[in-house]
């Protein structure tokens, strides 16, 4: 699997405090089989979490000194989770200049125009479809970060539909079948995945804990009932987002 969402880097967000937790989880992540990781800490204007590039890219070299120096066997590439903000579009600005990239306060899923972006979880934000939209002209790809754990999008699966048709990729958290957020994510997960609505699949995960892996692709197998489609879900796409094709 490669995992395109994760809170692994330390000190930085809600996810890992302390560099040992960052390897406690990598270990379970090799262990689950996982090859390939982008870390993707949050980034929401206006709070604790803000950390800018150069920041985050110290820690992100450090960890991989760190997981070298363990003899962890995982790909590791920077990006961020970012909370949708009308001013998106600034922020990231210029950003495929790769000479430029530590000038700016966001990172784009390893240094691509893939965006990976969050939505308020129980409100609809009335600008969110006019951001993106904004985000696509200027040739970036939004990721829509776990939809299924959105309530408006519980109440109406269409929602995302817009989302899809202007460019935008949808990211499920494969944690969601197994009963984490709650039976309405559950459900509006399996639907998505019924419609093929879904890109790709994630971890999100935020503390050293159990992947439970197997688990979810045993319940993918159930609901999609083609392992090629698993695999798109869980490697190719995920593997065309890291590559930026």
């Known amino acids: 699997m490669i995992d395109l969402h994760c809170h692994i880097l330390p000190s930085i967000d809600d996810g890992a405090k302390t560099f040992d937790d960052s390897l406690a989880m ?4 090799e262990k689950a089989g996982i090859t390939d990781i982008v870390l993707t800490p949050h980034y929401m204007k206006g709070t604790v979490y803000n950390a800018d590039n150069v920041k985050k890219w110290g820690l992100y070299q450090e960890l991989r000194k760190r997981a070298n120096d363990a003899g962890i066997n995982i790909n590791l590439y920077l ?3 970012i909370y949708i903000d ?3 579009g600034e922020m990231l600005a210029g950003y495929t200049n790769e000479q430029s990239e530590l000038m700016y306060e966001v990172s784009t899923l390893n240094s691509t125009k893939y965006v990976l972006v969050e939505f308020p979880v129980r409100t609809e934000d009335k600008s969110v479809k006019t951001t993106l939209f904004s985000l696509v002209q200027k040739g970036f790809i939004p990721v829509i970060a776990h939809p299924e ?17 202007m460019g935008c990729k949808l990211q499920g958290n494969y944690m969601s079948l197994l009963g984490k957020y709650g ?8 639907k998505l ?5 879904i890109f790709c699949l994630a971890s999100d995960i935020h503390k050293p804990e159990n992947y439970k892996l197997d688990l979810a692709q045993k319940k993918l197998m159930k609901i999609v009932r083609d392992k090629n489609k698993i695999d798109e879900l869980l490697v190719t796409n995920p593997a065309m987002i890291i590559r930026g094709k």
């Not at 754990?149 to 817009?162: E, H, I, L």
């Not at 039976?183 to 399996?190: D, F, N, Q, S, V």
């Open 193 to 197: 995945l019924l419609e093929d609505k």
């Open 86 to 88: 009308a001013k998106m």
């Open 183 to 190: 039976k309405g994510a559950e459900k509006t997960l399996k």
């Open 79 to 81: 990006g961020n989770e």
């Open 26 to 29: 990598l270990e379970q992540a």
């Open 149 to 165: 754990r959105y309530f408006y999008v519980q109440d109406n699966q269409a929602w995302v539909d817009d989302l899809i048709h």
